[in-house]
T-cell receptor, first 116, second 115 residues
């Protein structure tokens, strides 16, 4: 069974601080996909990144970076120099490539509040 | 056009009403999805349509009835809902054959309140 754990329910930081959101996953599949989505108060889920299980290269996009480590089944997300606009709920999600390969399994989400 | 458009954005309905949620995309995606998200919870998959055919129903009560009239449209017909069905309903779509491997594009959702 697929499972995604985001142990941090809420995080509060002051603007310009760096913050890391943790994500640990469980799957028996050898091929799988990991995602991060941002959900601002308006409700839409904004796609941030997709990573497949064969690509452990870390990625940086502006102030965002992701650290994928298969050895620890983790896919952590770091925001550098946080801004108030980063305040949102962030979801980590796992998708498999097996028989039910339409389904994303989401973690419970981490509410990030960036205070000015 | 890289959007999934959902209407209405907000809906209040009584338990005896019949209403429909609509979702539209023009990205050529051939898989479309309905997710339900309760407050402070992650989204949960309800239905998947692949090439306009229902391929997954996650044991959703029959008071929710999905419909995919064509490759661009997805509806969710609602009838005799309960107050506990109040939630954000998210539509999503994905690439024709890559499905989850390319992730989804989500709409902004319909916030449904059942009174």
């Amino acid at each position: 069974a697929q499972k995604v754990t985001q142990a941090q329910t809420e995080i509060s930081v002051v603007e310009k601080e760096d913050v890391t959101l943790d994500c640990v996953y469980e799957t028996r599949d050898t091929t799988y996909y990991l995602f991060w989505y941002k959900q601002p108060p308006s409700g839409e889920l904004v796609f941030l990144i997709r990573r497949n299980s064969f690509d452990e290269q870390n990625e940086i996009s502006g102030r965002y970076s992701w650290n994928f480590q298969k050895s620890t089944s983790s896919f952590n997300f770091t925001i550098t120099a946080s801004q108030v606009v980063d305040s949102a709920v962030y979801f980590c999600a796992l998708g498999d490539s097996g028989g039910s390969n339409y389904k994303l399994t989401f973690g419970k989400g981490t509410l990030l509040t960036v205070n000015p | 056009d890289t959007e999934v458009t959902q209407t209405p954005k907000h809906l209040v309905m009584g338990m005896t009403n019949k209403k429909s949620l609509k979702c539209e995309q023009h990205m050529g995606h051939r898989a479309m999805y309905w997710y339900k998200q309760k407050a402070k919870k992650p989204p949960e998959l309800m239905f998947v349509y692949s090439y306009e055919k229902l391929s997954i129903n996650e044991s959703v009560p029959s008071r929710f009835s999905p419909e995919c009239p064509n490759s661009s449209l997805l509806n969710l017909h609602l009838h005799a809902l309960q107050p506990e069905d109040s939630a954000l309903y998210l539509c999503a779509s994905s690439q024709p054959s890559d499905r989850v491997s390319y992730g989804y594009t989500f709409g902004s959702g319909t916030r449904l309140t059942v009174v």
